[in-house]
């Protein structure tokens, strides 16, 4: 969030909006946030952020949209999520359920790797073993006396063995130089606790690195609620069938599994939504072999000139569900509603092939199978 510099209008008027500092809400704020956060999580709201970094840093080239456009989402959710794990809020409100959107997840999963790889040289702990007084100034005196040039030797005898003594002990003006204290972090599942479960990510259908989310290669072997929420009213969105069949790309390409691809579209309902208890679930409908099983028998279509069925959009064979609770689709292109009984076919995109779509819309039909039999489950879509 960029924020103006009062003094900065003062000195220059007409720069002064250029001089802006980013509040990134968990530290260095001049404002206390932890009232928003008891709220949202008193109300049950996931607070969600959308935030740009366009025109600003190294983001701000003239002539070439795409050097300024690539990455500026991602770049915003860095620094966001950065500062709330850092400055302890997903410790002191556990319950609370953080968004990225429009970033993806890759950034995620490396700053997850960097947190930890940082914490291991920057605790208080790591840093026990830095302090100057660990020194052994007589074996650094030594080495150098035997490996390094005489005026270097002759200077580090002036400074009692240490290179910079006048610096040796500058904290700037920090009393706490654990910078990882506020998340007070004792075990390893307090990683998981404090950054992979809170956090979700929205992530484009086409972005490759959404498959990170789900990898072997993350610490601890912790999965990312990585969300599909694809804009595919923006422009880079040609046609918006393409969307869930270019996510279904990483199913057929083996960089994720068909349980992902679930979790990715359908089931990451946990931002902010409360479950119910076990109990108090809805029975769980009678198992069907899925659209892609060869046990599976689809019944019969009612012919297309049937009043509750929806005309077969040209080019492709639609196939419309009973009114027993099948989710109407269409196998190849177009959305075909029928005025009189309001029945239609949805489309998706036909180059998956007829498995793979089945495959997909299996994903589809269950879900909303879920929702409609369960309604006390909120599902996010």
Not at 26 to 34: K, V
Not at 313 to 338: I, K, L, M, T, Y
Request: hydrophobic share 35%; glycine share 10%.
């Amino acid at each position: 969030m960029a924020r103006k510099v009062p003094a900065a209008a003062v000195n220059d008027p007409d720069t002064a909006r250029f001089a802006v500092w980013y509040d990134v809400l968990g530290i260095d704020s001049d404002y206390d946030y932890d009232p928003v956060w008891a709220k949202c999580a008193e109300l049950g709201i996931a607070p969600t952020f959308h935030s740009a970094s366009l025109n600003q840093g190294l983001r701000l080239s003239p002539t070439n949209f795409c050097y300024s456009h690539i990455g500026h989402f991602a770049a915003a959710g860095h620094a966001t999520a950065k500062a709330i794990f850092l400055g302890g809020v997903t410790r002191r409100f556990p319950e609370l359920r953080f968004a990225f959107l429009e970033g993806g997840v890759g950034w995620a999963s490396q700053l997850f790797g960097d947190l930890i790889e940082h914490w291991e040289r920057r605790s208080a702990k790591a840093l026990e073993r830095m302090h100057p007084d660990k020194l052994d100034r007589g074996k650094s005196m030594s080495l150098v006396e035997k490996y390094g040039y005489d005026d270097i030797a002759a200077a580090l005898r002036e400074r009692g063995g240490l290179l910079d003594p006048e610096q040796a002990y500058l904290t700037g003006g920090i009393e706490e130089v654990d910078d990882f204290s506020a998340c007070k972090i004792t075990r390893k599942e307090d990683w998981v606790d404090l950054y992979a479960k809170p956090y979700y990510f929205g992530c484009e259908a086409d972005d490759w690195m959404n498959a990170t989310a789900f990898g072997r290669s993350n610490p601890f072997g912790s999965k990312f609620n990585a969300i599909f929420s694809s804009d595919i009213g923006h422009f880079g969105v040609i046609d918006m069938r393409h969307p869930l069949p270019e996510a279904y790309e990483l199913v057929e390409d083996g960089h994720i599994t068909g349980d992902n691809f679930r979790d990715f579209t359908f089931a990451r309902c946990g931002c902010g939504a409360r479950r119910t208890r076990a109990s108090s679930r809805a029975p769980a409908p009678p198992k069907r072999p899925p659209w892609c099983s060869p046990r599976h028998k689809p019944r019969p279509s009612p012919p297309w000139n049937n009043p509750g069925t929806a005309a077969p959009p040209p080019g492709g064979a639609a196939v419309s569900g009973d009114r027993r609770g099948d989710v109407p689709v269409a196998v190849r292109a177009g959305w075909q509603r029928n005025p009189s009984s309001g029945t239609a076919a949805v489309s998706f995109a036909g180059r998956l092939g007829k498995n793979a779509l089945d495959r997909a819309l299996c994903v589809l039909r269950d879900a909303l199978r879920l929702r409609r039999l369960a309604p006390q489950h909120e599902v996010c879509y």
